[in-house]
């Protein structure tokens, strides 16, 4: 499965990412080692969208806190950079796709990411990750 992380990137031109502890969302919590990865800087932060897709070469899981009763999944994991997006994808050119059951690959981002705009990893269709393909 691939997945996509939205997330403050702050050198879009590295090797490696790390991200500690990030909150998932619509199956991210299932996110391994060797899954594809579309990296997305949170406009949040001052990011652009998407930028990168790499592979995951690590993935735990954060433990639960005894002390909270509700609590969001969260993961920790490192992604090799394999390529850098050539095209422009962010809010902005997702916001227009609101009709949740078109079945749009642009609708799913936008839901996912944008409905609720907090940073985090989520799953991606089969689909999702074609379209997302095509920016690379």
Sequence with gaps: MAYAIKVEIKDPQAETFVFAAQKTMYGGKHIAEGDVAFLFAS???GG?????RG???SSEATPRRPDLERQTPRVSIAVRRTALATKRLGRDELKRFKDWKDG????????KFYRQATNKI???????????????
């Design 122 to 136: 989520v799953g991606v269709s089969d689909a999702t990750a074609a379209f997302l393909n095509s920016f690379f």
């Design 48 to 52: 652009q969208g998407l930028i990168a």
């Design 43 to 45: 406009e949040n932060e």
């Design 55 to 57: 592979i995951v070469t």
């Design 104 to 111: 749009r690959p642009e609708t799913e981002l936008n839901f």
